[in-house]
């Protein structure tokens, strides 16, 4: 099994509306928990970090499941430019493990 | 906040060439560094980190060497490049107290 997983899409959404993704990780000692954008052939930049309780930035919300092990990316009103991939990571001591990636695309 | 210098920016190699990937860190003392590679259509996989000078953790049995000869250099080599060593490089910090990591423009390489 791997350590961090997600579903790769793509997710093809129109303008304006909400979609959500979810990543599982494997290890329940995993210590804290990020979402990365990537645009094609460019770095990962950091999108939030995911707290124990929920938080949300704009029109983004993360949510922790510590219990069934899974985090998840709410973006409501989708834009044109949220078209990327979301990478999950999953901190473990001093190492961060990234899942594949799920692909939006968002479409006029 | 602290930037990542990567270098080069592309490259196309022959097999068995060796190859020398650099990144140097600004605006952190003792960060902890991360080399990472993402092949085509794949994942970010880590391949080395660093959390002090001359200390490497390698993750995944490889061609591949790390190196850290200062706080803020981080070196990816490999004396015989193959085919399967193409993809995309990373170089990633973070400081000791500091949770999140953070990214280089990263290299791609080539190999033919």
């Known amino acids: 099994r791997k350590e961090v997983e997600q579903d790769p899409g793509p997710f093809n959404v129109p303008e304006g509306a909400t979609v959500a993704f979810n990543c599982t990780y494997s290890?329940?000692?995993?210590?804290?928990f990020f979402w990365y954008r990537q645009d094609c052939r460019k770095e990962p930049k950091l999108l939030m970090s995911v707290y124990s309780s929920g938080n949300e930035d704009g029109r983004f919300t993360a949510q922790l499941n510590r219990a069934s092990q899974y985090i998840s990316l709410l973006i409501r009103d989708s834009k044109l430019s949220d078209s990327a991939t979301y990478l999950c990571a999953v901190k473990e001591w001093d190492k961060l493990i990234f899942g594949t990636g799920t692909r939006l695309q968002v479409f006029p | 906040s602290q930037t990542i210098h990567q270098w080069p920016a592309t490259l196309v190699q022959p097999v068995g060439s060796p190859l020398s990937l650099e990144c140097t860190v600004e605006?952190?003392?003792?960060?902890?560094l991360y080399w990472y590679r993402q092949a085509a259509g794949r994942g970010l996989q880590l391949l080395f980190y660093?959390?002090?000078?001359?200390?490497i953790s390698s993750e995944v049995p490889q061609n591949l060497s790390a190196s850290r000869p200062q706080d803020r250099q981080f070196i990816l080599s490999s004396k015989k490049l193959l085919l399967s060593d193409s993809g995309f490089y990373l170089c990633a910090c973070s400081n000791t107290s500091g949770n999140t990591i953070y990214f280089g423009e990263g290299s791609w390489l080539t190999v033919v």
């Open positions: 660093s959390v002090g000078i001359g200390q």
């Open positions: 605006g952190t003392s003792n960060p902890n």
């Open positions: 290890n329940s000692a995993s210590q804290s």
